[in-house]
């Protein structure tokens, strides 16, 4: 009988009677990404669980005291590259209520045409790693093309690909350039387009259909009893959508559709954030028309520093709900940041879908939960 | 003639000639073709270390392709791979794990350091948790630069590690 | 930006001044419901539109949990954070809690702050009612060294397998160089 143990000091080996076998999926395989689940088999089906994140831990939140509040801003937006202006948005937000500033108005509609870029940035990503983990190339190639015209909208605004360091306590850093307007109409026009054709390869693909039907079923009341959030929990029937139900800056000004479905497996977790797509373009062509015109940022003084005081802020980032809780001691470096990230409270839900599921089924469960391990671990 | 050949004290001299000859004719264009060989099919494991795995990805997609290099992402074990591109920072937990991929690597290997954390810690260089470069625990081909570098940077780091390949010897 | 190698230090009272204001009518109805069930055990920190936040013992923690989820209606758990003030020699742990189910109370959060000794921070897990709180506890357990009691499993999570230093998010653990 062959003997391994890992560093961890995880033993790779068959029980006693030689039924359950230890594996570890491990950060360095084509299926997981850099996270670890330690998955006990009893032949081809999963009896235990075990997540092991950790692996890209860099310490985010005690290195946040460290700095003052606007260096904290390209720093905080490192663990969700992708969709940085998703995890800024909060931070930004509840810096302002605790200084009370005062935002102007042409600043949010900006801020909400970023935060949707970005957050379809990221779930065009994620549908390209899903394909690739299905097996199904074509659906990799095609959202990463795609993606480059978003990537270029935010390029033209704010200078840099991905991480923009675009929102500060007080609006935004520099004014939209004048030719967006056009680009984004004519590359969201396009890009709509294409949209369509990804239901005729992807979502009735006989193939795709069998793979994720059926497999890793969420109710409703363990989905909110165990805190996932986002299109996790709309796909189980859930209708929370914290850009209809606490409404920040002009959300409360815009006409969209909150998407939900009632059969909570993993082709419900894929479908829900494609069909979301079409209302964040909505949302953009919107807010381009409605946009006044003014400045773009209440310019704070050198060093800043707040009251005493605490906030939490929350927001419907391309994940889910991220929250912040902001501690302020009156200096200028903040004293207690806790980033509450969708990401990390998927973890819970983990164990309880693979218990009982085959072992071919882990990726497609493990991946429909909108998992993103760098900002798991921040 | 033959039984001067045959000869055991000119024997090693005539072999040895032999060789001079063989190894001017054939050496170096044999060098030649297996290191463009190399530089044409440097497939990396697949492995994502950190945040700029984002950019890697997009590299390989269809405005930068960097699969007309050559550098395809082999799905299959990381014997058959030759390259290892860390992408981002690696902390204390995954550094073992980054070692042990290293040495399972068979050789020819080359290592490309891609992003401002992989080269000396980066943006967290004062982290607990976070190693400043992984210049200490293995030999680090190419660095490419970045947070995160552009794909087109790192294309360009390729393209320096193919230079580098093809003015090495084939041993 | 400043120079000195030390934090400076929080008090936790300075933040803490019962609502002198008027309370919107909503929170007032959650906040009376929680006042005649536990009287004086339950202490109103602040009652803002759309937050609410007690301060309560270790003790009665299970029993408050199980009234939040089952009566009043708040059942989805969003985050666990601890935060150390060593000027007062406590540590304050604080639950955030969202609301899935009730109409009108959907757009709130609750907190509900623990306040334990620093030398010896214990307190029950709340996996019994809750169940996504517990890779919340893991994380808080070894970034601040808070023992949850009856929890499965209560080991490291995040940091790596050969840490021998104090939990970091301590504050007198001190990144080195600063």
Redesign the interface.
């Known amino acids: 009988m062959i003997q391994l143990t890992l560093p961890s000091g995880i033993q790779v080996e068959p029980s006693e009677d030689g039924r359950i076998l230890t594996l570890s999926v491990g950060p360095q395989h084509p299926g997981s990404g850099h996270f670890r689940l330690i998955v006990q088999v009893d032949g081809d089906i999963i009896v235990d669980a075990d997540p092991d994140p950790g692996y890209v831990h860099r310490g985010e939140e005690k290195m946040c005291e460290y700095r003052n509040w606007i260096q904290n801003i390209p720093h905080l937006e490192r663990p969700m590259i992708a969709d940085s202006c998703g995890i800024l948005y909060p931070f930004v937000l509840a810096c302002e209520e605790i200084g009370s500033i005062k935002v102007p108005e042409r600043a949010k509609y900006i801020r909400i045409i970023m935060a949707e870029i970005n957050a379809m940035i990221f779930e065009l990503y994620w549908l390209a790693i899903y394909g690739i983990f299905l097996g199904h190339s074509t659906m990799f190639m095609w959202p990463m093309g795609d993606r480059e015209l978003l990537i270029d909208l935010a390029e033209m605004a704010t200078g840099a690909r991905v991480t923009h360091a675009y929102f500060v306590p007080g609006g935004v850093r520099n004014d939209l350039p004048d030719t967006f307007r056009d680009k984004a109409i004519r590359q969201l026009d396009y890009f709509k387009h294409r949209l369509d054709q990804y239901k005729d390869i992807f979502y009735t693909n006989p193939l795709f259909l069998d793979r994720t039907e059926r497999v890793g079923v969420l109710t409703a009341q363990d989905a909110i009893n165990l805190g996932v959030t986002g299109p996790v929990l709309r796909a189980s029937g859930v209708e929370h959508d914290i850009r209809k139900i606490e409404p920040y800056d002009v959300y409360d000004e815009l006409d969209f559709k909150v998407i939900t479905m009632k059969t909570g497996d993993s082709y419900a977790r894929a479908y829900v954030p494609y069909l979301e797509m079409y209302e964040r373009i909505n949302i953009i062509k919107q807010c381009l028309e409605k946009m006044p015109s003014g400045p773009v940022r209440t310019k704070l003084g050198p060093n800043p520093k707040g009251p005493v005081g605490e906030a939490f802020k929350r927001v419907e980032a391309g994940r889910g709900e991220l929250a912040y809780y902001v501690v302020s001691d009156g200096t200028p470096k903040p004293y207690r940041i806790k980033l509450s990230v969708p990401s990390f409270r998927m973890i819970a839900a983990m164990p309880h879908l693979l218990k009982g599921a085959k072992l071919a089924d882990m990726p497609a469960i493990y991946w429909s939960l909108n998992y993103w391990p760098v900002e798991a671990d921040r | 003639m033959l039984k001067e050949l045959v000869n055991p004290s000119t024997f090693n001299a005539f072999v040895g000639k032999l060789e001079d000859v063989l190894v001017r004719a054939i050496d170096k264009p044999l060098g030649y073709a297996i290191n463009w060989g190399r530089l044409w099919s440097l497939w990396p494991v697949h492995l994502e270390t950190a945040c700029c795995s984002l950019e890697f990805g997009a590299a390989s997609g269809p405005r930068y392709d960097v699969e007309r290099f050559g550098i395809i992402e082999a799905f299959g074990s990381l014997r058959q791979c030759d390259l290892v591109v860390v992408q981002g920072t690696v902390t204390r937990k995954m550094a073992p794990r980054l070692r042990m991929i290293y040495d399972q690597m068979p050789d020819p290997k080359y290592v490309i350091a891609m992003g401002a954390c992989a080269i000396t810690g980066g943006l967290y260089f004062d982290s607990y948790n976070v190693l400043p470069g992984i210049d200490g625990i293995m030999p680090v081909d190419v660095y490419v630069p970045g947070c995160p570098p552009r794909p087109e940077t790192l294309i360009q780091g390729c393209m320096l590690l193919q230079e580098k390949i093809k003015r090495s010897r084939f041993k | 930006?400043?120079s000195e190698g030390k934090?400076?230090e929080?008090s936790s009272q300075?933040?803490e001044a019962v609502a002198k204001v008027e309370i919107p009518p909503v929170e007032k109805g959650i906040v009376d419901k929680i006042t005649t069930k536990f009287g004086g055990k339950a202490v109103l920190a602040y009652a803002k539109p759309?937050?609410i936040r007690f301060n309560i013992k270790p003790e009665d923690a299970i029993e408050f949990a199980r009234f939040l989820n089952d009566e009043v209606g708040f059942?989805?758990?969003?985050?666990v954070?601890g935060?150390d003030y060593p000027k007062d020699n406590v540590i304050e742990v604080?639950y955030?809690i969202?609301c899935?189910?009730v109409p009108e109370y959907?757009?709130m959060?609750f907190?509900f702050a623990l306040k334990l000794p620093r030398d010896n921070p214990k307190t029950p897990t709340l996996i019994p009612v809750?169940?996504?709180?517990?890779?919340?506890e893991r994380?808080t357990f070894e970034?601040l060294g808070v023992i949850f009691e009856d929890h499965p499993k209560l080991q490291?999570?995040?940091?790596?397998?050969d840490w021998a230093?104090i939990p970091?998010?301590r504050k007198d653990?001190n990144?080195?160089?600063?």
Do not use: N, W
Not at chain 3, 130 to 136: D, Q
Not at chain 3, 156 to 161: G, K
């Open positions: 930006m400043s934090q400076p929080q300075s933040k759309r937050r059942d989805q758990p969003i985050s954070a935060t604080i955030h969202g899935c189910t959907r757009s959060v907190a809750y169940r996504g709180v517990e890779y919340h994380e970034m490291r999570l995040l940091l790596p397998e230093d970091p998010l653990f990144i080195k160089g600063r």
